[in-house]
C-alpha cells in the first residue's frame, strides 16, 4: 500500500474537524437551553433547559481538556506529562453509564509523546466497543520503556474498521479524512516516540498493545550516540495550548 504522508496544512486541518465534531454537539445542546430559557416560563421546563445546560457545558468542557492533551502541545518539547493528568481527562470522557474506565498506571511523569499516544489508544478503544461496555487500561514500565495494555470488552466487540492501515499510515483508499484522523495521528504518534502498536481480539474483547519498538528496545552499539526519537515531534507541528482552549 501507498504511504500517506499529510502536509502540515491538511494535518491541522483534519485535527481541527476532528475536535469541532466532539464539542458540536454539547454546544449545541447549550444554545438549545438557552433558547429554551429565553421562550418559556414554564418552571418544569426551565429546570429541565438548566439540567441540559449544566450537562452540556461540562461534557463540552470534558472533551476540549482531553483534546488539549492528546491533540495539542501539552508543553515544550521534551515535555513530561503526569499520568494522574491523563487518567482524569480520561474519565472526564467516560462520564455517562454506556462506557465504563478501569484504570492502573504509576504515578509518574511520562514522556509527553507516550501520554498523547495513551490518549489517543483511549479514543480508539473506545470505537472498539460501539455498543458501550469496559475499557480497561494499564500502564506498566518507565517513561523510556513502558507497556500500554488496553481491553475493550462488549457486545459486538470489533477491531475498528482500517484502523491498523491507518497507524500505519497507508489507508486502504489512499486518504485520510476527518474520521480517520485520529488512528492515523496515533500512528504519527507512536512512532514519534518510538512505540509498535499491535491490536487482537478474542470473543467480545479487543486487546490494543504498545510496547517500545524493536529497535528502540536493542541497547546501543558501544560508541554509538544515544536515540533522541521521544524528542521528535508528530508532523502537526504540534499546535500551542492556547489552540485547542
Known amino acids: 500500500m501507498t504511504t500517506v504522508n499529510l502536509d502540515a496544512l491538511d494535518l491541522s486541518a483534519l485535527l481541527c474537524s476532528r475536535v469541532c465534531h466532539d464539542v458540536i454537539s454539547p454546544v449545541g445542546a447549550i444554545v438549545n437551553g438557552l433558547e429554551v430559557l429565553e421562550d418559556d416560563n414554564d418552571a418544569s421546563m426551565r429546570e429541565f433547559a438548566l439540567d441540559l445546560i449544566r450537562k452540556s457545558a461540562r461534557q463540552a468542557s470534558a472533551r476540549l481538556q482531553f483534546a488539549r492533551i492528546a491533540f495539542g502541545a501539552a508543553g515544550s518539547a521534551g515535555a513530561s506529562i503526569d499520568l494522574a493528568d491523563a487518567e482524569k481527562v480520561s474519565r472526564g470522557m467516560f462520564s455517562d453509564e454506556k462506557t465504563q474506565l478501569t484504570w492502573s ?4 511523569l511520562f514522556p509527553k509523546n507516550k501520554v498523547k499516544l495513551l490518549l489517543n489508544l483511549v479514543m480508539i478503544a473506545t470505537s472498539a466497543i460501539p455498543r458501550g461496555g469496559l475499557i480497561d487500561v494499564k500502564v506498566s514500565g518507565d517513561g523510556d520503556a513502558p507497556l500500554l495494555v488496553l481491553k475493550s470488552k462488549g457486545s459486538h466487540a470489533r477491531i475498528p474498521s482500517h484502523v491498523e492501515d491507518l497507524l500505519a499510515g497507508t489507508p486502504e483508499s489512499g486518504s485520510v479524512d476527518a474520521h480517520g484522523i485520529l488512528a492515523y495521528y496515533a500512528g504519527l ?16 474483547e479487543v486487546t490494543i498493545r504498545a510496547e517500545p519498538t524493536a529497535a528502540a528496545a536493542e541497547p546501543a552499539a558501544p560508541g554509538a550516540a544515544p536515540a533522541t526519537t521521544e524528542d521528535a515531534r508528530p508532523s502537526d507541528s504540534e499546535p500551542s495550548d492556547t489552540a485547542l482552549a
Open 105 to 108: 498506571a504509576p504515578q509518574a
Open 189 to 204: 504518534v507512536a512512532r514519534a516516540a518510538a512505540m509498535d502498536v499491535r491490536f487482537s481480539i478474542e470473543g467480545d
